[in-house]
């Protein structure tokens, strides 16, 4: 039964497993774990632990049909595939110095794993690698993966990282549990069915280290019993900082598998008193009954998140509004994003204000040309400005998508703005003005600032702006910050050339972890001192890494802008200034 409902959020982790025993009657794991415990799924080791097919061929029982598993009737398709997760032996050790178990270890990993497939199962849990080499096992799992159908498979890794700081020199050879997937991952050249389940201790690592992970590809977090704590009830509960791990993997769609035996055998008997549906209930049901509370805890995803839910880890190109016309659907959009309109609106008011004493408002009339006018929003605001304000307006709207300006035209009809707007039907780096503006209003900016060529469009325009002309937006900055961001990496992989490791995306970021604080790259100023100034840019950054993360994978970078539309009023994506409820960019 899921852990509950979250509006709009149809993540994966609304389901919660438990890791059990080996047990040859599956029905029976599967009744007991589902309808007596709750729980969604079962991760279930599916071969007998005891066996080892070196001593099925000392046995002479090398050849014919191995005595390793169940049959595959004993569950319906449908319950394997939606309920199982196939646990393969933990005993296995590919990288051993013993030559026998390490054949058997590679014989049973390669059956398990054929039989999980034959079974149709989501997935399997791969034991973590034991000691600090894992080029064999590696190898052999690639060499799986290569020829895998839709199996999933989760590699166990402890989320350790010893505290580098407060180690003496000896300790220092302990491992960062992060380090041992990375090289893991990168013998099985990042291979899209690869992930992580990690294994949650009752000791954390630092904030730091833990949010790489949310980058990685960690479809679950395995949940020991041992990590729990007792209140005052003498029911689990758990730390603070465990808490918010775990809501931070409810976040990221990554399921909860509670293991381990009770440690809280109050509760459990508890529960078993107050039960009515069953003489025994499941000794785990406390730990998930809790985990089903942070879940239930969590607030409603808001409207606009669950809006842009689909959007989320996906590379979409960057609008070409310049070279394309841009389609009534993509108009509408921008259209809804009322916080970006309010700014420009602000920023208008104050640059009419600073142009027009109170004494000249009634005498003075500005003339304001919104070049890229689109169906007009730049406009209205531009006019609601002018009202609010007192002052007064021509305006010249610029537009030279022919679509838009047919909407333009029926707007200032309807609006009966016929003798405040002059439309213009053309290109602003091609018209001629039959006036100077006093202020030119654009919004033709991208998720990084520049890339929608807004200097290459505003030069051509400032021969059309007074002297001491004022530009809305006056200059913009773009910023860049490095990222872990394994699935972004593995689409742009997906198409096999270098052109799109060479592409600028767009992309709603979810799945990432943010390694250092994002610095400004380049910057625009409008209107332009001198017109030879270059729209070339280049820049060297250096980005610190706080040492209490640890290594990470730099996939790529994230970029963001920000633009000052006049004086104080500004308008962008970069998070520590962020414009709050604004959806038009990421
Ligand atoms: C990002 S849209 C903004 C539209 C509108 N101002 C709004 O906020 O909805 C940019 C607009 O500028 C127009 N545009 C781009 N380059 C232009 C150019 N060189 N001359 C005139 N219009 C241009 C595009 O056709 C598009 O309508």
Known sequence: MPLGERSGDKSESRYCGVETDFNDDMPHVLHFNLYTGSFDFVVAPLMDPSYRPSL?????LGSGVLPFAGSDLVLSPSQWSSHVVGKISSWIDLDSEDETLRIDSETTLKQEIAWASHLSLQACLLPAPKGTSCANYARCVNQILQGANNIQLWLRIPLVKPDVDSMDAKSVTLDDSWESWNSFRLLCEHHGQLSVALDILST????NSLGRWFGEPVRAAILNTDC????SHGCPCLSKRHQMLISGFFNHSIQIIISGNSVHPKASMDANNNSDKDSQRHPLRPYLDYVGYLYQRMDPLPEQERFELGYRDF?????????DNLEAQTYETFEKDAVKYIQYQRAVSKALLDRVPDEEASAKTIVLMVVGAGRGPLVRASLQAAEETGRRLKVYAVEKNPNAVVTLHALVKLEGWEDTVTIVSSDMRHWNAPEKADILVSELLGSFGDNELSPECLDGAQRFLQEDGI???SSYT?????VTASKLYNDVKAHKDLVHFETAYVVKLHNVARLA??????TFTHPKRSEHESNQRFKKLNFVIPSETGSAMVHGFAGYFDATLYKDVHLGIEPSTATPNMFSWY
């Open 517 to 522: 604080p994002s610095q400004p790259v380049f």
């Open 315 to 323: 590379l979409q190109s960057p609008l070409q509004p310049l070279m």
């Open 56 to 60: 099925l061929q000392k046995d002479g």
């Open 471 to 473: 530009s809305i937006p």
């Open 228 to 231: 729990f704590l007792t209140n």
């Open 478 to 482: 773009s910023f860049l910050q490095p």
């Open 204 to 207: 954390l690592p630092s904030t």
